[in-house]
């Protein structure tokens, strides 16, 4: 079997497993997974702060940090290394 039904390779020493080889599709799928499972704590205390009311508002946030979010951002500068 190829791609991601391929079986995985258990490598190892003296009878005891040290590493495993999966396809590079199961592995894009497993890290997609591990993200989602790392972001769920964090997920869930920002929308349970957002229900209560706790979470601060864009503004809060930007003054906190000194920024104006008022004041238009500046233009984008042109291409680098283009010729005017």
Sequence with gaps: ???IQA???VIGRRYKPEAV???FELYEKLADLIDEIR???LIR???AKVATGQDPRLEEVAESLGIDIEEPA???????GSAA
Excluded: D, F, K, W
């Design 74 to 80: 500046p233009p984008a500068s042109q291409e680098r």
């Design 7 to 9: 079986e995985p390779v």
């Design 45 to 47: 205390e920002r929308l």
């Design 21 to 23: 080889l999966i396809s």
């Design 39 to 41: 972001l769920a704590p």
């Design 1 to 3: 079997m190829q791609g």
